[in-house]
């Protein structure tokens, strides 16, 4: 599976981005999908994952911000990000995780395919 992160770039606080993210190489209706970020000087975090099933998890610091939508017929992964702080800046990636279950979505080890990441730029 291939990952393309696109839809990042720079905004002022309070703006909004969507990044999109297209897997190719087979379908991934069947797979779960998922956001991390990676800010300057801090380790890579969890931002959001949706299941196959349609399940999702949010990070606490982006509920009620972001939302994450998936679109199978396109084999595209959506995280819509609202009111962006400057403390949202960082690199964004996309991933994928056939095996993943509820309990360990937000760890990056669950996932085996990764996008190369696109940056986000808030300023305040």
């Known amino acids: 599976v291939q990952l393309q992160a696109s839809g990042g770039g720079s905004v002022q606080a309070g703006g909004s981005l969507r990044l999109s993210c297209a897997a190719s190489?087979?379908?991934?209706?069947?797979?779960?999908m998922g956001w991390f970020r990676q800010g300057p000087g801090k380790e890579r975090d969890f931002v959001a994952a949706?299941?196959?099933?349609?399940?999702?998890r949010f990070a606490d610091s982006v509920k009620g911000r972001f939302t994450i939508s998936r679109d199978d017929a396109k084999n595209t992964v959506y995280l819509q990000m609202n009111s962006l702080k400057p403390e949202d800046t960082a690199v964004y990636y996309c991933?994928?995780?056939?095996?993943?279950?509820?309990?360990?979505?937000?760890?990056?080890?669950?996932?085996?395919?990764w996008g190369q990441g696109t940056q986000v730029t808030v300023s305040s």
């Open positions: 991933a994928v995780s056939p095996r993943a279950i509820a309990s360990t979505l937000t760890r990056d080890s669950s996932y085996d395919y």
């Open positions: 949706i299941r196959w099933t349609g399940d999702i």
């Open positions: 190489g087979r379908t991934v209706r069947r797979d779960n």
